[in-house]
């Protein structure tokens, strides 16, 4: 019988992609000498209308102790996670964010963003007369070419399906479904939501990217300096910089599980 997990790792993948684009940083994580020391279980999964959707047929059940909830998100992903602790304090013992989509309250602005986010997906294909074929139009697309090469086929793995009613290569999540959830109010909180977290939350973002809006995350940071930190930035990574450089986010996560238990190393003799 497998040893009970002294932490989990939740990984929540952004809008449009799928649980695979983890896998180069999940293989880079489970190598280090940090997590050979702690029982770990990872756990990915996909968002509804995204790669294989959820798995529901297995009822859910609590059994023994809880391991250690570390929720580690990309995107829409991490304005998930965030906003599922600040909703819930307590329900995660760590959270480390690449990017949330958060803040901005100027209209102009939002809309400028939206339309941008909006008319690009909408720009994809989404259909092709084989699997082979759609790997190579992602290999050649001119918004995919910064990925690594990695991170594009675990990608490709996970986002594209088959049409048996077609019998062609479709993305799992219509470039319409995806347009929609930028559509959406930007994910914002007041001081007093701030401060509800009971959990570190770090930060992560690209030096290319304009999607962080970084006065909003300053102004946490501000407000509850115990809870927030933002981290140094990822050097030549825009939005998509868990995609772009899988070993520095590996190595930012690292980073980050050993300052909490049960990784932080005055912990880890209780094991």
């Not at 019988?1 to 293989?27: D, E, N, S, Y």
């Not at 962080?212 to 102004?219: D, G, I, L, T, V």
Request: proline share 7%; aromatic share 10%; charged share 25%.
């Amino acid at each position: 019988m497998p040893p009970t997990p002294a932490a989990t790792l939740l990984f929540a993948h952004g809008g449009g992609f799928c649980k695979q684009v983890w896998v180069p940083i999940i293989r880079r994580l489970k190598s280090s000498p940090l997590l050979q020391q702690v029982a770990t279980e990872f756990v990915a999964f996909d968002f509804p209308y995204h790669g294989t959707k959820r798995d529901e047929s297995v009822a859910p059940k609590l059994d023994g102790p809880r391991p250690a909830l570390i929720g580690v998100g990309h995107s829409m992903g991490a304005g998930a996670l965030w906003n599922a602790e600040v909703r819930d304090p307590g329900t995660f013992d760590a959270l480390i964010m690449f990017e949330p989509v958060y803040g901005i309250d100027d209209p102009q602005r939002t809309d400028e963003v939206t339309s941008f986010l909006v008319s690009v997906t909408l720009q994809r294909e989404s259909s092709w007369a084989s699997r082979r074929e759609a790997e190579t139009y992602f290999e050649n697309l001119k918004n995919f070419k910064t990925w690594d090469r990695e991170s594009l086929a675990a990608y490709a793995q996970g986002a594209l399906v088959e049409d048996e009613a077609t019998g062609k290569t479709v993305l799992a999540c219509h470039p319409h479904i995806e347009a929609s959830l930028y559509c959406h109010d930007i994910l914002r909180f007041n001081d007093e939501e701030l401060k509800r977290p009971k959990c570190s939350v770090h930060f992560h973002y690209g030096d290319r990217s304009n999607m962080f809006f970084m006065p909003w995350f300053e102004h946490a940071v501000k407000i509850s300096p115990d809870i927030y930190w933002i981290d140094e930035l990822m050097n030549k990574c825009t939005h998509l910089l868990v995609l772009e450089d899988p070993e520095t986010a590996a190595r930012k996560i690292l980073n980050d599980l050993a300052k909490v238990a049960p990784f932080r190393r005055d912990t880890l003799s209780q094991l």
